[in-house]
């Protein structure tokens, strides 16, 4: 009976990790074969398709725009993230788990409606769509991730050190230079890595931002409306293996398993 | 320095709270006071009327209708996929559990529409799906209906919701001690009797987070469905979308998402309360 249910689960487990990775698989896979129909049989190993898509003008734009964006995300939401999460640290739990609530609705909610909103209110304002309304769009969906990884390793910190930094005459700035920074580094590093993995991903809420302009994302998009182009499997897979490189190196250094 | 504790904490917060504020809050406010706004000759122009909402439920009510059963179908299958992969990991297999939630957390942040146009050639007569089943010989010629149809909607999006509903699964079961199972076990209750007693009843929070994220989330979607839904379904995402950028009228855009929003927060609730009276321990009572 015990074999027979261990057998059971085995076989599921192989389904499951099956199911969530084989398309990722394929992607890439079809990104390095011939077959531009990307279907079986595949035809033989080239990379052909990236050559083509580094030929194209439009992706070096769109890499341009997705690094400027992901990286001034990146940083403004470690600072803003990081200081919020210390001092949600230093409040009661009442406080910290009801600011958390707040601040974590923007990825609850279905993109589109916040992507609206953003748009229509920059479009009342009359302000002109680009990087600088994308970058702070995306903000607003990538600080709850600093957030809340960042405060689940300052809600463990011993606070007594603090004090102690303090009476010894050390002021707010030396007391996180030299004691709280090199505690929460990774963790911080790690948070970061995961807020720019989302920006750089996302898709919804940068079309709507951008107005003309273009990133990794936007220009998939504008493929899959095309006719066949055959380059957005190697696309596709420099934005998986970006994300997913990213995510491993983020989960590394905070040793965050959900 | 001589900054209190209570000034340095809130100005620690007051960069993430402007940012919340002035690019969720405001922009969501706006959106809701534009619902009773109307159109006239192409521009927004502030008014009092009910009329938008009228006709959200005139015309879009069987659309908001079909949403929510394909939403409801979506969260349902992820979160009951979700807690027999959580339950894998947390009681059974050592290696392969972990394997299977490092790929879920790795593929968690990344490739949405990589994962939406991957499952458009999967799923297509000629996709590896349908040749996987004919070399298997369980069908004949490719199946049809797998692409352009709601069942491309589900499929994609359970799997894409899929690592979003593990986690906190996951998490609830992690909290689940150890020694009332042994004690179940010794005292006679099969698998499944401790299951649905003893665990279920304890992670009833992390069901219904994930089961809220795998609803939300595809209520919403318009990208799925346009990309692999086919002519025929069109989710309540397509006409907010195409109310905002094809029609230019954001006002009955909005009213429609707020409408959606509104609906899906009773579908929750139905939800929460259908879940507390299932999973009532039986010895509870």
Redesign the interface.
Known sequence: MIAR??VV??A???A??V??????V??VF?SLSENA????PPGGMTLHWYDVLFGNPDFWKALGNSAIITLCVGLVSM???T??A???A??GPKVANG?IA??T??I???????A??????YS?LGLPLGLATVI??H??FT?PFV?LVVYAQMSGFNMAILDSARDLGA??WTIFRTVILPIIRPTLIGATL?AM??S?????ITYFTIGGGMTL?TM??GM?RKALDPS?NAL?SL??V???G???LA?RLTR??? | ?SLS?AT??????S???A??G???A???A??LV?TFWRIKRYR?TPDFTLGNYADVFGDYLHALGFTLAIALTIALITTA?AF??AY?IRF??GL??Q?????????????????I???K??L?A???VN?LLITLGLIDEPISWLLYSPAAVVITLV?FM??FA???I??GLRGVSEAPLEAARDLGAK?WQITRDIVLPQCRGSLFSAF??AF??P?????TPR?VGGPETFMV?NF??NL?VGRMN?PM??AL?FTT?LACGIVLVAANWLLARALTPKWGR
């Open positions: 249910s261990q689960w085995t599921f487990g192989a499951a990790l199911f969530l990775l084989s398309p990722l394929l992607v079809f129909n990307a279907t079986f600072i803003s993230g200081l919020a210390m001092a949600l230093r409040s600011v707040l601040v609705m923007p609850m909610l279905p993109p589109l409606v916040l609206l909103a953003l748009a229509t209110g009342s702070p769009s903000l607003v600080q957030i002021g707010p995961m993995a989302v750089l991903d996302d898709f919804i994302p998939i998009w899959l957005i596709g934005v998986l970006a994300t997913i990213t995510s491993l989960l965050y398993r959900g | 320095m504790p340095r904490r809130a100005l620690g917060l960069p993430a709270l940012i919340f002035l690019f969720f405001l922009p969501m706006y959106l534009v927004l996929l027999a992969i894998l059974r297999s392969f559990g394997i299977i939630l490092l790929s879920a957390l790795a593929t968690l942040f990344g490739g949405y529409l990589v994962k146009y991957a499952w050639a999967m297509g000629q996709g590896s040749l799997h899929l690592p593990l986690l906190p996951l998490a698998p809220s994220i939300l989330i209520a919403g979607d318009y990208v990309l995402g907010i979308e905002f954001a855009g909005a998402a929003l």
